[in-house]
């Protein structure tokens, strides 16, 4: 909820003790100010990082990929090469980046281990991103992606739209919550399940986490409201922001399908990701939500050898078995 300009911030939860080393160095190398003009420079960070081949991809064997677009939206297509009774369950992934960086293949990697463990296949898709391509453009990406995966798509790749989980993390997170919105007040399909990790939600940026984890260096206060405002301008944090774009602001979060959704209790998305899932309960719905202690933003993929990270992957995994209905 929001915090109160004038009330005193209580510091934020520590740090798992095995993943402090890690948050500290963040803290250390990562800029304290961010705005949208450096956007560029950001991108040329993360493009400095090897590409992920289909070699990568299909290096054991287990899958093979093709890409192909959503009805102009690039998406890439990984299927299990060992033969399947039936259509496949999907994940239909939405990457991270804070709206800003991002591409189908740098998203798609931590989703995949849990399709291949699953025998899933993956659909990860390149949505537009802000500030060259604001709101509406990147959820309404999102929203042709997932009509795709559940028809066109489903058809031409072996895939099952009955079993069809929209995932999407951190950025990705908030506009897969923005198309499922979307697609059911548009009477459209939806997909089976949402997985929301760490989900990016609210742009009003003031929650008593956002504040406790200013200056943290992993998408902190100041990095959020620079994601916010390449995605909305000047209207960010202002009254009349589409719950399409900020999930957080929708009145009425009846009608979702059951939803995963798990935080770090010392991220910046903490208390709009717990909200958020409180608000799907008040509405009659289903949701399963994570808290899990002492981790931060990402910590799970910057060091996945953690006790708390490895134990963060099991339940996401135990939960998609349980979802669409697969032994284990």
Not at 98 to 116: E, S
Not at 257 to 265: C, I, M, R, T
Not at 267 to 291: I, K, P, Q, Y
């Amino acid at each position: 909820m929001p915090v109160p300009p004038d009330e005193p911030t209580p510091p934020a939860p520590p740090y798992d003790p095995e993943l402090a080393g890690a948050a500290a160095e963040l803290r250390r190398t990562t800029p304290e100010t961010a705005e949208v003009d450096m956007v560029p420079a950001l991108r040329e960070a993360v493009a400095a990082y090897p590409e992920v081949t289909d070699e990568q991809l299909t290096a054991d064997g287990a899958c093979e990929v093709a890409e192909d677009e959503a009805e102009g939206v690039p998406v890439l297509v990984c299927r299990p090469t060992a033969p399947a009774p039936g259509p496949l369950p999907v994940l239909c992934v939405l990457h991270g980046g804070g709206m800003i960086v991002g591409d189908c293949r740098q998203g798609v990697l931590d989703p995949l281990t849990y399709a291949r463990a699953l025998g899933c296949a993956v659909v990860s898709v390149g949505y537009r991103l802000a500030p060259e391509h604001p709101h509406p453009a990147p959820v309404e990406d999102c929203l042709t992606a997932l009509a795709w995966t559940l028809g066109k798509g489903a058809a031409a790749h072996g895939l099952d739209p009955g079993r069809t989980v929209l995932h999407g993390t951190s950025a990705g997170g908030g506009l897969a919550a923005g198309a499922a919105l979307l697609a059911r007040d548009r009477g459209a399909s939806l997909p089976a399940a949402l997985m929301l990790l760490s989900p990016m939600l609210d742009d009003r940026n003031d929650t008593l986490s956002a504040r406790q984890l200013a200056g943290s260096g992993v998408w902190d206060r100041a990095a959020n409201a620079a994601g916010w405002a390449a995605l909305l301008g000047e209207a960010a944090g202002g009254p009349d922001v589409p719950p399409y774009a900020a999930p957080a602001r929708a009145r009425d979060l009846a009608g979702l399908p059951p939803l995963y959704l798990d935080v770090g209790s010392a991220e910046t998305f903490r208390d709009e990701g717990t909200a958020f899932a409180s608000r799907v309960w008040a509405a009659g719905g289903e949701a399963e939500l994570h808290v899990w202690p002492g981790a931060f933003h990402g910590s799970d993929g910057l060091v996945p050898g953690a006790r708390i990270s490895r134990a963060a992957r099991a339940a996401r995994l135990g939960w998609l078995r349980r979802v669409l209905g697969l032994p284990g």
